[in-house]
């Protein structure tokens, strides 16, 4: 279980977020909405420990968690191979033998549909949509408690977004593991994930289950954000 509580963070004397309240468990396909600016991703790396609030606390209950962000160009070193950058994550996550970090590669390297010899590349020799998938693999085979993911679909067309969503569907499915999605896209979450937190503004103002998403209770900013889908 994961309780945010009281959160505050303040950046130049900007409060970038407000007394954040928010509980979740490890099982849970929970995402996180909000226009540019409002406190996503801010929210995200407190979560995940890249940064300390300025008030509050955050509980992990001593879960595990990994990131899967947006440019996953950034997310490996140019001089090194797939499979180098593959080797140095797990150096630093031995919760796993070998043998089982081995046979769940390979696994999902059939399930994304990646051929082995990309290993032996450079990340600027695979397209986008290979690299982001072998950036969600890293990240998969290591199967933390919480897998948290940071806009990933935002440079997708709207085939590979479909992709995507599927193949975090059918990680959750296999795994359990719990899910936190960060978008801007409501209509994405709504097809992916079980429960919608909105911030507007770096406060937290709505937070429901999909199957009520539509009801009159909404706060105004959900209903604006859904109107622009309709």
Do not use: W
């Amino acid at each position: 279980m994961i309780e945010c509580k009281h959160l505050t963070f303040t950046y130049n004397k900007h409060v970038v977020l407000h007394d954040i309240n928010l509980t979740f468990s490890n099982q849970q396909k929970i995402g996180i909405v909000g226009e540019s600016g409002s406190g996503k991703t801010t929210l995200a790396h407190l979560i995940l420990g890249i940064l300390k609030p300025t008030t509050g606390k955050i509980d992990n209950d001593g879960l595990t968690m990994l990131p899967i962000f947006q440019n996953a160009f950034d997310s490996f070193n140019p001089k090194r191979t797939i499979q180098q950058s593959m080797d140095e994550a797990i150096k630093y996550y031995p919760h796993a033998t070998t043998k089982v970090l081995n046979k769940r590669l390979n696994e999902l390297l059939a399930f994304m549909e990646l051929h082995p010899n990309l290993l032996n590349q450079r990340p600027d020799v695979l397209s986008g949509g290979q690299l982001q998938r072998f950036n969600m693999l890293r990240s998969f085979m290591l199967e933390p408690d919480i897998l948290i993911c940071d806009e990933i679909t935002a440079n997708l067309d709207v085939i590979s977004e479909n992709r995507m969503k599927d193949i975090l569907e059918r990680y959750h499915n296999l795994t359990g593991k719990g899910l936190l999605i960060i978008s801007h896209d409501i209509a994405f979450l709504q097809s992916l994930v079980d429960r919608i937190v909105v911030l507007k503004d770096g406060c937290l103002v709505d937070d429901f289950m999909v199957t009520d998403m539509f009801q009159s209770s909404r706060n105004v900013y959900t209903k604006k954000l859904l109107s622009l889908y309709k």
